[in-house]
């Protein structure tokens, strides 16, 4: 967790993650879940970056940020699923949480604005995961804790990587409207009550 600059992306996000959750989520019996989702989350995170290379062929900027992002999302896949094996765990496919759902709903439709959109909620949810690998981290076992904490780093760079794409390619203050545009959405899907557990999910409204 050295070296990262964790405050500017709390101060980033338009609020916290709730305490409820971080207490389900530390709980020995939503490992299972917590990390399949992780590695759902990665392989995801990987694809959308590979996405965003084949549609956007012709910028070269996005290109190299997104091959990097791709390799490092994919080698974090592989790292949840040796983590989830050497647990005696089996990766099963979970079910998407409404989260990252509810973010692409709101990305317009035509360019250049799908493009900027993309982008702005590509850094949220990169800002989101990094937020809550730390204050996972120091609530769990000292392998899961030691593995988390190796994240942050490459976390943040992709946070970083997006929102700078994001700047480069919006006009003028755009990407400002667009960023005040999101953080709303995102901070309501944060708070809201979630029936579904998964490291994306808002407030835990389960049944015990």
Known sequence: MVGTDLSR???FLLCPTP???I???SQP???AVL???HANCEKKAAATALALMHRYSGRVSLLQKMSRLAREELRHFEQVLKVIADRGLSYETVSASRYAQ????NIRRTEPGRLVDTLVVGALIEARSCERFAKLAPRLDAQLAEFYGSLLKSEARHFEDYLRLAEQYSNGTEVDARLN???DVEGALIESPDTDFRFHSGTPSLVA
């Open 35 to 37: 990390l399949a989702d």
């Open 23 to 25: 207490d389900f989520a």
């Open 102 to 105: 509810g973010l692409h709903a």
């Open 29 to 31: 019996e939503q490992e």
């Open 9 to 11: 992306i709390e101060a």
């Open 181 to 183: 545009y999101f953080r």
């Open 19 to 21: 305490r409820e959750w």
